[in-house]
């Protein structure tokens, strides 16, 4: 069973919501039964502990759910497909970015991200307790993509790192954030802050010699003019948020082209996902910050490679 049929099993609910009061009425569950689970425990919660903080009676929680678990794989599915769109949108940033600039988006947008209640009671969930049955999306396969992505990044980056190499500086980056990222959100919010600051500043630390700014291969490139092949090339400003150059040999004025184009492959695997679990184009953009024109070729694209191979 692949991810996609996985979520979709995940997030099957017993009656769907058709109208807006049903749909407002399920996340008010999903959003109270985190809140208990993150109380009391998973094991020690109950449904009526949730219908409880959800101001509803347990009735109408199984209309939707048949039980306790299925409403944790509820939230599970829901955090699956947010934390992908959030891990997507860092994808796509520049390269070219410092690396505090690059760790730091990372840690600022889960920290953010993970203040929420879902991500954050399934996120300690999966750290913290053992249950069988719990969890059927996020598992060992689950962090080795996001090793496998990380490894990309790294070579990106570096390309003079092997393949081995590279995966193991992922390896030892997923681990160590995870557990001080997961140190931080036990902890208070003054508290919390503070273990942030030092997870960036410790994962700087650690890559710098890897894949830090002087390795970085795009800021070696030496700028030469387009018209002359000249090097006595001179920053000119900027114009529509592109860095314009002047030559000193021909006078000829361009704008900064070498930069990274298109989404990466993840990001497109990710509308098509989306796409495929029922989500509109307008809403992906929304979500992914892709154009709704780029997500409508995508899946155009895609239909025609299947058609194809057919």
Known sequence: MNKSSQMSSANSLRRQPKQQRGQQRVAK??????????????AAATTQQIADRANTAVG?????????????????????????????????????????????????AHAQYFEQPIPRIVYLQYFLESHPGLFILFDENFDRLLI????DLCQQRNP??????SELIAEVFHRTY??????????????????YTELKDLLCAYLNPYIGDDLLILHSKVMKCVECGS???????????????????????????????????????QCLDLHHQ??????????????????INWVRQSHADVDSEA
């Open 29 to 42: 569950i999903l959003t109270a039964a985190a809140e208990v689970f993150a109380q009391v425990g998973y």
């Open 178 to 195: 995870n557990g001080l990222f997961l140190v931080a959100l036990k902890a208070d919010l003054a508290h919390r802050q503070k273990l």
């Open 148 to 151: 496998h992505q990380f490894a």
């Open 60 to 108: 109408s929680i199984y209309q939707f759910f048949p039980d306790k678990l299925a409403i944790f794989h509820a939230l599970e599915a829901e955090h699956m497909q947010q934390v992908a769109i959030v891990n997507a949108r860092l994808v796509a940033k520049d390269l070219r970015r410092p690396l505090v600039q690059t760790i730091g988006d990372i840690v600022d």
């Open 231 to 269: 090097d006595r090339v001179a920053k000119n400003g900027h114009r529509h948020n592109k860095q314009r150059y002047i030559c000193g040999a021909c006078g000829r004025q361009f704008a900064d082209e070498y930069r990274v184009r298109g989404y990466p492959p993840q990001v497109k695997q």
């Open 160 to 165: 003079q790192l092997s393949r081995e190499k």
């Open 278 to 295: 029922g989500m509109s184009f307008r809403e992906i953009e929304r979500q992914t910050g892709v154009s709704h024109n780029t997500a």
